[in-house]
């Protein structure tokens, strides 16, 4: 009996592009989602657009990598900081001049603004600068006791500083006693100052110094009620590194982000240490906490609210301000708040719409909740690139929150990995290695390996931007039966030089086959005048084109949409083809 041919399938219409989808097969994938989607965005009415190019902003003549950047203004000035070769340069705006300011040790560097300043710090170097002098950082010198009678004690003030060996001591003159008592003994050579109601007095000529028992004894003895501050240097070994070797900081704390949190240091990885308030140079030896075990390093402190959200390699935890009676201080004790999820990647974690977002296990993960212990407090929210994620080392992977466009962005090695979580759609970058991302006036710079880059143009300092999307294999919903198509239907934004190449190949076929002809715009643009296609057309409205395929016989359909044309954009509006079914397939 002859088979009848049935009513031809509605076609298949794309004017909502959904992104990447990688955790389905290439059949049972959605017709508005894409197998592969490479360096091309989705927009927020859910249209692909051809990414922005890359051009060299500053070139440093190596290809070393770009250790940090800062952007903002100090000294009145606005003003680009970065760090490449062991040396920082600022870029100022204004007179468009790179400048060497300072050298450091040439390591990866956190660099953040505190009271003023800007402070340097990669696991060696603590450095600050003020808009005209690059130096280290200047330590607090803490007064560890007030109100000391000569023979000792006295009232306990300031801890040391983990920075300096240098303290003060506050005596209280009784007019008599030439033998004053130091706080500690075994004492440092450096000289022993002093200042008796606000006036110096000289080591040798005024007091002697006893350096093991720690007694300064004086010429004549201070007068009665006298204010004699004596100041001395007793370096414990170790301190200053329980600082230095730190490279990542967070400004946080009650009021008004009072404090600067410091972890990521190789000998203490479960160590956060904190700063005394609205001090960046202070960093009481009480001040911190050993978080966990010491086998798993902290790899993020992000803050969420009034919390701080911590992050281990393997398990994730929480602490907010408490004051200490006792210590007269601000404490931050930590809870724990998931045993089985951390985050694996240094610095990486983002704070996206509110919650944190974590690399954990070759996912990103979402936190919704972070209130209290809960092994559903987290998500994870990268199934749709789980093919591409697995293969990778999510350890180095260098991420950015480009709010302006609503994307979150991870990089390893030369790919972007973006959840535009604006729309909540995926897509793939290459040809882009940073190293740190910065948005400037909303613009997107990065650091790479001897420059920095800046996002504009159509091309990457001159290399094609190679895009694509790659539908699934689509059967019509009838997978008995052969179908032929004859024609598509693409509709493009009009702009100064665009155009949209369209392949297409069946189940019979294995190459992909290009469209009779290639959908192409080019409006009359003085900016942009190119003689050998100079068409006049001047509308810039929406245009449709039809295009003729000889697809047939074929039982599931695929196609690719690309530009791949320096110096074009490309901004896909929609996408349209039908089908006319035969007999059931053989």
């Not at 909502?16 to 927020?44: D, H, P």
């Not at 900081?81 to 300011?101: L, M």
């Not at 690139?385 to 302006?404: C, G, H, K, W």
């Amino acid at each position: 009996m002859a088979f009848r041919a049935s009513t031809p399938p509605d076609p298949i219409e794309i004017d909502k592009f959904l992104g990447t989808n990688e955790a389905v097969g290439e059949t049972e994938i959605a017709i508005n989602e894409a197998i592969s989607q490479l360096n091309y965005r989705i927009t927020q009415n859910y249209k692909p657009q051809k990414r922005l190019g890359h051009k060299t902003f500053i070139d440093y003549g190596n290809s070393l990598d770009v250790q940090g950047m800062w952007h903002g203004t100090i000294s009145n000035k606005n003003v680009l900081i970065s760090i490449n070769n062991g040396k920082v340069y600022e870029y100022d705006f204004s007179t468009k001049i790179n400048t060497e300011i300072g050298t450091l040790t040439d390591a990866k560097a956190s660099i953040f603004y505190f009271e003023g300043k800007l402070y340097f710090l990669n696991g060696t170097d603590y450095k600050q600068y003020d808009g005209t002098l690059f130096q280290d950082v200047d330590p607090y010198i803490p007064t560890v006791a007030i109100g000391t009678p000569p023979i000792g004690g006295g009232t306990p003030h300031e801890p040391i500083n983990l920075l300096t060996g240098k303290k003060k001591q506050e005596f209280m003159g009784d007019g008599t006693a030439t033998i004053y008592q130091l706080a500690e003994s075994n004492i440092d050579a450096d000289l022993v100052t002093c200042t008796i109601d606000g006036v110096t007095k000289t080591e040798t000529t005024h007091f002697t110094v006893n350096r093991t028992t720690g007694k300064v004894t004086f010429i004549s003895a201070p007068a009665d009620e006298s204010e004699v501050i004596l100041g001395w240097t007793k370096i414990e070994a170790g301190n200053a590194d329980l600082v230095k070797k730190n490279r990542f900081a967070l400004i946080n704390g009650p009021g008004n982000d009072t404090a600067i949190f410091l972890w990521g240091n190789p000998d203490a990885k479960n160590r956060r240490t904190w700063s005394g308030s609205l001090k960046a140079n202070y960093f009481p030896v009480i001040n911190y906490y050993l978080i966990g075990s010491d086998e798993f390093a902290i790899t993020d402190i992000k803050p969420q609210y009034s919390r701080q959200i911590i992050f281990k390699e393997d398990r994730t935890h929480y602490s907010y301000a408490e004051w200490n009676d006792t210590a007269e201080a601000w404490d931050y004790p930590v809870y724990d708040l998931n045993e089985k999820v951390g985050n694996i990647a240094y610095n990486a974690v983002q704070i996206i719409r509110n919650n944190p977002i974590s690399l954990h296990a070759q996912s990103w993960h979402e936190w919704v909740s972070t209130s209290v212990e809960d092994e559903r407090n987290e998500n994870v929210i990268s199934e749709r690139l789980r093919e591409s994620l697995s293969e990778l080392d999510l350890t180095n992977a260098i991420t950015f929150d480009y709010q302006r466009e609503k994307e979150y962005w991870c990089n390893i090695e030369d790919k972007v990995y973006i959840w535009n979580y604006g729309n909540n759609t995926m897509y793939i970058y290459d040809n882009i290695s940073g190293t740190c991302f910065l948005d400037i006036d909303g613009q997107l710079y990065y650091g790479s390996q001897g420059t920095i880059e800046r996002f504009e143009g159509t091309d990457d300092n001159g290399i094609l931007v190679k895009d694509e999307i790659i539908t699934g294999f689509n059967s019509w919903g009838s997978i008995e039966l052969r179908k032929n198509s004859r024609e598509i239907f693409a509709s493009i934004l009009p702009d100064a030089q665009t155009s949209l190449n369209v392949y297409y190949r069946t189940n019979r076929q294995g190459e992909w086959k290009p469209i009779s002809k290639l959908i192409e715009y080019r409006l009359f643009d003085l900016d942009n005048v190119n003689f050998d296609n100079f068409s006049f057309l001047t509308n810039r409205n929406p245009q449709t084109f039809r295009r003729k395929i000889r697809a047939k016989k074929y039982t599931y359909i695929q196609f690719k949409l690309e530009n791949n044309k320096l110096g074009e954009t490309c901004t896909i509006l929609a996408f349209k083809v039908g089908a006319e079914t035969q007999g059931v397939t053989k």
